[in-house]
């Protein structure tokens, strides 16, 4: 054997192991060292981990998440653009839900503007344009998402290869009323509050993620395609925080406003 098909096998291994510890982290509630993703050594082979997760947990997928939508994210995770990540259908619910939360994964919830697509979009050479994205919309959508970390110490300290290989940090995602007719708002000045326990914790707008929300819808569909990956009719695809992301713990009770998109709530169990 050659040392090229020793490096690949051997890569192959870690990939394989370090997805069925995340995977198991994931379902059992508990979190890995942080030592365990030492070996990733660029993005690629952050999000073969993802796709192996995905392969171990024979769950069909509900959308997309993307995550770093903000400058000082990225500059603080060394990127230079926003990741993406599957988020599976047992981790997709409707508005309102009740959730398990683990407190070893130092949950915390955002706010964001998600799109319901229409029709799919294949994977093809030439970039598609924002128009051409649009028409494949067929509603927005306001929404929670629980993030956090299956490695020890939370998301403060991850790094990039670490988060992406940790489905970019996605716990659970909540959706709330599809608007349908969605073209005239201007999501960029649109306003939305996060409530926990009843008590206003942050305010924002969609101009809080790079470019908005359809500029970030604009990345995703282009960088999943780059990356070979249909997107489907039915699926969601969220486009970042739009609020600072707040710590939570079992018993809260969070509400998302979204002015007239709708009001998402989540109650948090342990």
Same mark, same amino acid.
């Given at each position: 054997?050659?040392? &090229? ?14 997805? @069925?510890?995340?995977?198991? $982290? @994931? ?21 073969? =981990? ?15 998440k993307v995550g770093a939508t903000n400058k000082d994210i990225q ?8 990741? /993406? ?6 981790? /997709?619910?409707?508005?309102? $839900? ?5 407190? +070893? ?18 994977? @093809? ?6 128009? +051409? ?5 067929? $509603?927005?959508?306001? %929404? ?7 490695? $020890?110490?939370?998301?403060?300290? =991850?790094? %990039?290869? @670490? ?28 306003? =939305? /509050? ?14 809080? =993620? ?13 960088? &999943? ?36 998109? *709708? ?6 169990? *342990?």
């Amino acid at each position: 054997m050659s040392k &090229l098909e020793s490096f690949s096998n051997n890569r192959e291994t870690q990939i394989d192991t370090l997805s @069925r510890l995340l995977w198991n $982290a @994931r379902i059992y509630g508990h979190s890995i060292p942080y030592s365990e993703g030492s070996w990733l050594q660029n993005i690629n082979e952050s999000y073969m =981990v993802q796709s192996k997760i995905e392969q171990l947990s024979n769950i069909p997928r509900a959308g997309w998440k993307v995550g770093a939508t903000n400058k000082d994210i990225q500059v603080m995770l060394q990127i230079d653009e926003p990741a /993406s990540a599957p988020i599976l259908q047992s981790y /997709s619910f409707e508005n309102p $839900a009740d959730l398990i939360i683990f407190p +070893e994964h130092n949950p915390l919830v955002e706010s964001e503007f998600s799109f319901r697509m229409k029709h799919d979009l294949l994977p @093809r050479k030439q970039s598609y344009h924002l128009d +051409e994205i649009i028409d494949a919309v067929d $509603a927005v959508c306001p %929404a929670l998402e629980l993030v956090g970390s299956r490695f $020890a110490g939370g998301l403060s300290h =991850v790094g %990039a290869l @670490r988060l992406i290989s940790d489905m970019v940090g996605n716990i659970a995602f909540v959706a709330g009323t599809p608007t349908t007719e969605w073209t005239h708002l201007n999501l960029n000045n649109h306003r =939305v /509050s996060l409530y926990k326990n009843g008590v206003l914790m942050t305010s924002g707008q969609g101009s809080n =993620v790079i470019g908005g929300p359809l500029s970030v819808l604009e990345w995703t569909v282009n960088h &999943l395609s780059k990356m070979n990956t249909p997107i489907i009719n039915g699926e969601i695809i969220t486009t970042g925080t739009c609020t600072k992301p707040i710590p939570v713990e079992a018993g809260d009770i969070i509400e998302s406003d979204f002015g007239n998109l *709708g009001i998402i709530e989540l109650k948090l169990l *342990g």
